[in-house]
Protein backbone atom coordinates (compact mmCIF):
# COMPACT_ATOMS: atom_id res chain seq x y z
CA UNK A 1 0.00 0.00 0.00
CA UNK A 2 1.25 3.31 -1.22
CA UNK A 3 1.53 6.22 1.54
CA UNK A 4 -0.87 8.77 1.01
CA UNK A 5 1.68 11.26 2.30
CA UNK A 6 3.98 10.80 -0.22
CA UNK A 7 4.05 13.59 -2.76
CA UNK A 8 6.47 14.50 -5.79
CA UNK A 9 7.56 17.65 -7.39
CA UNK A 10 8.37 16.33 -10.88
CA UNK A 11 10.66 19.08 -12.67
CA UNK A 12 9.76 19.76 -16.14
CA UNK A 13 10.58 22.90 -17.55
CA UNK A 14 13.81 23.39 -18.73
CA UNK A 15 14.75 23.71 -22.51
CA UNK A 16 17.57 21.39 -22.60
CA UNK A 17 19.59 23.45 -25.42
CA UNK A 18 22.65 21.27 -25.54
CA UNK A 19 20.73 18.70 -26.56
CA UNK A 20 19.70 20.73 -30.08
CA UNK A 21 18.51 20.24 -32.23
CA UNK A 22 16.63 17.31 -31.45
CA UNK A 23 15.39 19.93 -27.92
CA UNK A 24 13.89 22.80 -28.55
CA UNK A 25 12.44 25.90 -26.98
CA UNK A 26 8.87 24.64 -28.28
CA UNK A 27 9.63 20.95 -27.84
CA UNK A 28 12.35 20.30 -25.18
CA UNK A 29 14.25 16.96 -23.83
CA UNK A 30 12.06 15.61 -21.65
CA UNK A 31 9.33 15.74 -23.84
CA UNK A 32 11.43 13.19 -26.46
CA UNK A 33 12.31 9.65 -26.47
CA UNK A 34 15.84 10.31 -26.22
CA UNK A 35 17.28 6.82 -25.46
CA UNK A 36 14.93 5.33 -28.33
CA UNK A 37 13.07 2.99 -25.45
CA UNK A 38 9.73 3.90 -26.48
CA UNK A 39 9.25 6.11 -23.44
CA UNK A 40 9.83 10.45 -23.07
CA UNK A 41 11.93 10.66 -19.96
CA UNK A 42 8.92 12.52 -18.86
CA UNK A 43 6.68 9.35 -18.86
CA UNK A 44 10.23 7.09 -17.12
CA UNK A 45 10.35 9.99 -14.88
CA UNK A 46 6.69 9.79 -14.18
CA UNK A 47 6.40 6.12 -14.30
CA UNK A 48 9.42 5.97 -11.87
CA UNK A 49 8.00 8.11 -9.22
CA UNK A 50 4.57 6.07 -9.04
CA UNK A 51 6.14 3.14 -7.71
CA UNK A 52 6.68 4.86 -4.43
CA UNK A 53 3.90 7.84 -4.70
CA UNK A 54 0.44 8.11 -5.46
CA UNK A 55 -0.47 8.75 -9.08
CA UNK A 56 -2.79 11.79 -8.19
CA UNK A 57 0.16 13.39 -5.98
CA UNK A 58 2.48 13.47 -8.57
CA UNK A 59 2.90 17.23 -9.69
CA UNK A 60 4.25 18.30 -13.09
CA UNK A 61 6.35 22.46 -12.53
CA UNK A 62 6.81 23.34 -16.03
CA UNK A 63 6.77 26.54 -17.80
CA UNK A 64 3.03 27.35 -18.86
CA UNK A 65 3.65 26.67 -22.78
CA UNK A 66 4.12 23.37 -22.12
CA UNK A 67 0.85 22.18 -20.45
CA UNK A 68 -0.06 20.83 -23.57
CA UNK A 69 2.86 18.79 -24.25
CA UNK A 70 2.25 17.21 -20.39
CA UNK A 71 -1.23 16.31 -20.87
CA UNK A 72 -0.26 14.41 -24.85
CA UNK A 73 2.27 12.59 -22.68
CA UNK A 74 0.50 12.04 -19.47
CA UNK A 75 -3.52 11.17 -20.02
CA UNK A 76 -3.77 10.12 -16.51
CA UNK A 77 -3.14 13.45 -15.12
CA UNK A 78 -5.84 16.24 -14.23
CA UNK A 79 -5.27 20.42 -14.17
CA UNK A 80 -5.01 19.86 -10.54
CA UNK A 81 -1.31 18.64 -10.88
CA UNK A 82 0.19 20.57 -13.55
CA UNK A 83 1.49 23.54 -11.77
CA UNK A 84 2.52 26.30 -14.64
CA UNK A 85 5.60 28.94 -14.46
CA UNK A 86 4.09 32.03 -16.56
CA UNK A 87 8.12 33.28 -16.16
CA UNK A 88 11.22 31.03 -16.34
CA UNK A 89 12.58 32.23 -12.14
CA UNK A 90 15.01 29.12 -11.52
CA UNK A 91 14.18 26.37 -9.45
CA UNK A 92 13.51 28.30 -5.71
CA UNK A 93 10.21 29.81 -6.33
CA UNK A 94 8.29 27.08 -8.18
CA UNK A 95 9.80 24.63 -5.42
CA UNK A 96 7.94 26.88 -2.69
CA UNK A 97 4.82 27.59 -4.65
CA UNK A 98 4.21 24.01 -5.19
CA UNK A 99 5.27 22.93 -1.53
CA UNK A 100 2.87 25.67 -0.50
CA UNK A 101 0.48 24.02 -2.67
CA UNK A 102 0.94 20.45 -0.81
CA UNK A 103 1.09 21.84 2.48
CA UNK A 104 -2.38 23.31 2.19
CA UNK A 105 -3.86 20.25 0.77
CA UNK A 106 -1.80 17.73 3.33
CA UNK A 107 0.05 19.15 6.04
CA UNK A 108 1.92 15.91 6.92
CA UNK A 109 3.50 15.72 3.25
CA UNK A 110 6.92 14.31 2.58
CA UNK A 111 8.08 15.01 -0.75
CA UNK A 112 10.93 14.57 -3.48
CA UNK A 113 11.47 17.10 -6.01
CA UNK A 114 12.76 14.97 -8.71
CA UNK A 115 14.62 16.04 -12.39
CA UNK A 116 12.42 14.99 -15.41
CA UNK A 117 15.45 14.31 -17.46
CA UNK A 118 17.35 11.80 -15.37
CA UNK A 119 18.11 8.42 -15.92
CA UNK A 120 18.13 5.71 -13.77
CA UNK A 121 17.43 1.98 -14.89
CA UNK A 122 17.37 0.28 -11.23
CA UNK A 123 13.96 1.84 -10.30
CA UNK A 124 13.74 -0.50 -7.21
CA UNK A 125 17.20 0.66 -5.64
CA UNK A 126 15.62 4.23 -6.49
CA UNK A 127 12.62 3.55 -4.41
CA UNK A 128 14.67 2.09 -1.92
CA UNK A 129 16.79 5.04 -0.91
CA UNK A 130 13.92 7.66 -1.76
CA UNK A 131 12.03 5.15 1.16
CA UNK A 132 14.93 5.72 3.18
CA UNK A 133 14.77 9.70 3.21
CA UNK A 134 10.87 9.80 3.43
CA UNK A 135 11.08 8.18 6.62
CA UNK A 136 14.20 9.83 8.27
CA UNK A 137 12.54 13.38 6.63
CA UNK A 138 8.98 12.32 8.20
CA UNK A 139 10.57 11.84 12.16
CA UNK A 140 13.11 14.43 12.02
CA UNK A 141 13.12 18.29 10.61
CA UNK A 142 15.59 17.83 7.64
CA UNK A 143 16.19 18.71 4.32
CA UNK A 144 17.46 15.82 2.59
CA UNK A 145 19.41 14.73 -0.45
CA UNK A 146 20.30 12.02 -3.15
CA UNK A 147 23.87 12.29 -3.65
CA UNK A 148 26.12 10.30 -6.64
CA UNK A 149 29.04 8.14 -5.98
CA UNK A 150 31.88 10.16 -8.19
CA UNK A 151 33.46 8.13 -10.95
CA UNK A 152 36.05 10.43 -12.10
CA UNK A 153 36.98 14.13 -11.32
CA UNK A 154 33.89 15.44 -13.19
CA UNK A 155 34.14 19.40 -13.62
CA UNK A 156 30.37 19.51 -15.02
CA UNK A 157 28.76 19.22 -11.53
CA UNK A 158 28.79 20.85 -7.79
CA UNK A 159 29.51 18.45 -4.99
CA UNK A 160 27.99 17.69 -1.40
CA UNK A 161 31.05 17.35 1.05
CA UNK A 162 29.55 15.09 3.89
CA UNK A 163 30.60 14.33 7.26
CA UNK A 164 33.83 11.86 6.90
CA UNK A 165 32.97 10.78 10.58
CA UNK A 166 29.69 9.49 10.48
CA UNK A 167 28.88 5.53 10.06
CA UNK A 168 25.66 6.08 9.79
CA UNK A 169 24.29 5.55 5.98
CA UNK A 170 22.17 9.21 6.10
CA UNK A 171 25.10 11.49 6.89
CA UNK A 172 25.34 15.39 7.35
CA UNK A 173 26.41 18.08 4.70
CA UNK A 174 29.07 19.95 5.76
CA UNK A 175 28.98 21.89 2.93
CA UNK A 176 28.22 22.64 -1.21
CA UNK A 177 30.53 22.96 -3.48
CA UNK A 178 30.53 24.68 -7.01
CA UNK A 179 31.63 23.26 -9.96
CA UNK A 180 35.40 22.62 -9.69
CA UNK A 181 37.92 23.05 -12.04
CA UNK A 182 39.92 19.20 -12.67
CA UNK A 183 42.80 19.62 -10.18
CA UNK A 184 40.09 20.23 -7.46
CA UNK A 185 37.61 17.61 -8.41
CA UNK A 186 40.67 14.91 -8.02
CA UNK A 187 40.76 16.16 -4.17
CA UNK A 188 37.36 16.27 -3.42
CA UNK A 189 37.62 12.35 -5.17
CA UNK A 190 40.81 11.22 -2.92
CA UNK A 191 39.10 12.73 0.19
CA UNK A 192 36.43 10.42 -0.09
CA UNK A 193 33.73 12.43 1.35
CA UNK A 194 32.44 14.09 -1.40
CA UNK A 195 29.82 13.27 -3.70
CA UNK A 196 27.93 14.07 -6.90
CA UNK A 197 24.93 17.07 -6.37
CA UNK A 198 22.10 15.25 -9.40
CA UNK A 199 19.39 18.08 -7.46
CA UNK A 200 17.13 15.33 -6.18
CA UNK A 201 15.94 16.38 -2.89
CA UNK A 202 13.77 15.00 -0.40
CA UNK A 203 11.70 17.02 2.99
CA UNK A 204 8.48 17.19 4.77
CA UNK A 205 6.77 20.19 3.46
CA UNK A 206 6.83 21.54 6.65
CA UNK A 207 10.51 21.68 6.77
CA UNK A 208 10.97 22.99 3.54
CA UNK A 209 8.81 25.93 4.38
CA UNK A 210 10.53 26.72 7.31
CA UNK A 211 13.24 26.53 5.39
CA UNK A 212 12.13 29.53 3.07
CA UNK A 213 10.53 31.23 5.69
CA UNK A 214 14.08 31.63 7.80
CA UNK A 215 16.29 31.98 4.70
CA UNK A 216 14.44 33.37 1.55
CA UNK A 217 11.55 35.84 3.66
CA UNK A 218 11.26 37.84 0.76
CA UNK A 219 10.56 34.86 -1.61
CA UNK A 220 8.47 33.39 1.38
CA UNK A 221 6.19 36.02 1.66
CA UNK A 222 5.50 36.62 -2.09
CA UNK A 223 4.15 33.34 -2.04
CA UNK A 224 2.73 32.99 1.13
CA UNK A 225 0.60 35.60 0.44
CA UNK A 226 -1.69 33.80 -1.86
CA UNK A 227 -2.41 30.89 0.43
CA UNK A 228 -6.13 31.82 0.21
CA UNK A 229 -6.06 31.27 -3.60
CA UNK A 230 -4.25 27.97 -3.72
CA UNK A 231 -5.93 24.98 -5.04
CA UNK A 232 -8.95 27.15 -5.31
CA UNK A 233 -9.84 28.62 -9.12
CA UNK A 234 -7.87 32.09 -7.69
CA UNK A 235 -4.40 30.60 -7.78
CA UNK A 236 -3.94 30.97 -11.48
CA UNK A 237 -4.59 34.70 -11.66
CA UNK A 238 -2.66 34.72 -8.53
CA UNK A 239 0.52 33.40 -9.68
CA UNK A 240 0.44 34.90 -13.47
CA UNK A 241 0.18 38.37 -11.56
CA UNK A 242 3.16 37.36 -8.58
CA UNK A 243 5.44 34.61 -10.05
CA UNK A 244 6.91 37.16 -12.08
CA UNK A 245 7.92 39.09 -9.13
CA UNK A 246 9.88 36.30 -7.53
CA UNK A 247 13.81 36.13 -7.24
CA UNK A 248 15.86 34.47 -9.72
CA UNK A 249 17.29 31.75 -7.42
CA UNK A 250 17.87 28.64 -6.97
CA UNK A 251 17.13 25.98 -4.26
CA UNK A 252 20.78 25.00 -3.22
CA UNK A 253 21.36 28.65 -3.32
CA UNK A 254 18.21 29.64 -1.20
CA UNK A 255 18.18 27.36 1.10
CA UNK A 256 19.79 23.79 0.89
CA UNK A 257 23.77 25.83 1.43
CA UNK A 258 22.37 28.15 4.11
CA UNK A 259 20.76 25.94 6.15
CA UNK A 260 22.37 23.83 8.85
CA UNK A 261 19.71 20.58 9.07
CA UNK A 262 20.80 19.25 5.57
CA UNK A 263 21.59 15.50 5.17
CA UNK A 264 22.85 13.02 2.17
CA UNK A 265 22.07 9.72 1.24
CA UNK A 266 25.23 8.14 -1.26
CA UNK A 267 22.55 6.99 -3.98
CA UNK A 268 22.88 3.14 -4.42
CA UNK A 269 21.41 3.10 -8.52
CA UNK A 270 23.44 4.35 -11.80
CA UNK A 271 22.31 7.62 -12.48
CA UNK A 272 23.24 9.82 -15.37
CA UNK A 273 21.86 13.51 -15.74
CA UNK A 274 21.50 13.55 -19.43
CA UNK A 275 23.18 16.96 -20.19
CA UNK A 276 24.57 16.66 -23.43
CA UNK A 277 25.24 14.08 -26.37
CA UNK A 278 27.90 12.62 -24.87
CA UNK A 279 26.10 11.92 -21.40
CA UNK A 280 23.57 9.99 -23.94
CA UNK A 281 26.32 8.66 -25.71
CA UNK A 282 27.46 7.38 -22.56
CA UNK A 283 24.25 5.76 -21.84
CA UNK A 284 23.34 4.05 -25.00
CA UNK A 285 24.30 0.60 -26.12
CA UNK A 286 27.03 0.76 -28.65
CA UNK A 287 28.17 -1.34 -32.56
CA UNK A 288 31.18 -3.26 -32.87
CA UNK A 289 33.08 0.33 -33.89
CA UNK A 290 31.85 2.24 -30.31
CA UNK A 291 29.20 3.85 -32.19
CA UNK A 292 26.15 4.31 -30.26
CA UNK A 293 23.09 4.94 -33.05
CA UNK A 294 19.34 5.57 -31.98
CA UNK A 295 16.48 5.48 -34.60
CA UNK A 296 19.27 5.31 -37.52
CA UNK A 297 19.78 2.52 -39.76
CA UNK A 298 23.39 3.05 -40.24
CA UNK A 299 26.62 1.66 -42.55
CA UNK A 300 29.97 3.21 -41.16
CA UNK A 301 33.69 2.56 -42.55
CA UNK A 302 36.37 3.46 -40.45
CA UNK A 303 33.91 5.82 -38.18
CA UNK A 304 34.06 5.03 -34.46
CA UNK A 305 32.45 6.83 -30.63
CA UNK A 306 30.07 8.85 -32.58
CA UNK A 307 26.70 9.75 -31.48
CA UNK A 308 24.25 9.06 -34.18
CA UNK A 309 20.57 9.72 -34.20
CA UNK A 310 17.87 10.49 -36.94
CA UNK A 311 14.37 10.44 -37.16
CA UNK A 312 12.69 7.35 -38.10
CA UNK A 313 15.04 4.98 -39.11
CA UNK A 314 16.73 6.73 -42.08
CA UNK A 315 19.71 5.18 -43.68
CA UNK A 316 23.13 6.99 -42.39
CA UNK A 317 26.49 6.10 -44.27
CA UNK A 318 29.52 7.33 -42.35
CA UNK A 319 32.77 7.10 -43.26
CA UNK A 320 36.15 8.53 -41.94
CA UNK A 321 34.52 10.52 -38.65
CA UNK A 322 35.89 9.45 -35.18
CA UNK A 323 34.06 10.73 -31.69
CA UNK A 324 31.32 13.33 -33.69
CA UNK A 325 27.29 14.60 -33.04
CA UNK A 326 25.22 13.07 -36.16
CA UNK A 327 21.58 14.47 -35.45
CA UNK A 328 19.51 14.66 -38.05
CA UNK A 329 16.24 16.32 -37.46
CA UNK A 330 13.51 17.87 -40.01
CA UNK A 331 15.10 20.63 -41.34
CA UNK A 332 18.45 20.94 -39.42
CA UNK A 333 21.99 18.56 -39.18
CA UNK A 334 23.61 18.79 -36.74
CA UNK A 335 27.66 17.25 -37.75
CA UNK A 336 30.00 18.43 -34.37
CA UNK A 337 32.56 17.02 -32.61
CA UNK A 338 32.01 15.72 -29.08
CA UNK A 339 35.04 17.26 -27.75
CA UNK A 340 33.37 20.50 -28.41
CA UNK A 341 29.64 19.71 -26.77
CA UNK A 342 29.73 22.61 -24.26
CA UNK A 343 29.42 25.18 -27.25
CA UNK A 344 26.28 23.66 -28.81
CA UNK A 345 24.54 26.22 -26.88
CA UNK A 346 26.65 28.90 -28.49
CA UNK A 347 26.03 27.45 -31.62
CA UNK A 348 22.27 27.47 -31.47
CA UNK A 349 22.24 31.34 -30.85
CA UNK A 350 24.39 31.69 -33.81
CA UNK A 351 21.89 29.65 -35.82
CA UNK A 352 18.80 31.65 -34.50
CA UNK A 353 20.72 34.93 -35.33
CA UNK A 354 21.39 33.38 -38.51
CA UNK A 355 18.73 32.04 -39.76
CA UNK A 356 15.59 32.87 -37.04
CA UNK A 357 14.65 32.44 -33.45
CA UNK A 358 11.98 29.06 -35.08
CA UNK A 359 15.35 26.68 -35.22
CA UNK A 360 15.77 26.99 -31.58
Known amino acids: ?12 GGVGSRFWPVSTEAFPKQFHDMLGTGDTLLQKTFQRLSHLIPKENIFILTNERYNDLVFEQLPGVTQRQVLLEPAMRNTAPCILYASLKIQKENPDAVVIVAPSDHWIEDETTFTKNVKQAF ?55 SQGNFLWNAGIFMWSVKSVVNAFKNNQPSLYTLFESGISAYNTNLEADFIKENYPKAENVSVDYAI ?105
Open 1 to 12: MINKNNYAILMA
Open 256 to 360: METSNNVYVIAAEFDWNDLGTWGSLYDKLDKDASSNAVVHARTLTEDASGNMIRTQGDKIVVVDGLQDYIIVDKEDVLLIYPKTKEQDIKKVLQKVKDKFGKHYG
Open 135 to 189: DFCSENNALMTLGIQPTFPNTGYGYIEFDKVSAEEIKQVNQFREKPDYETAKQFI
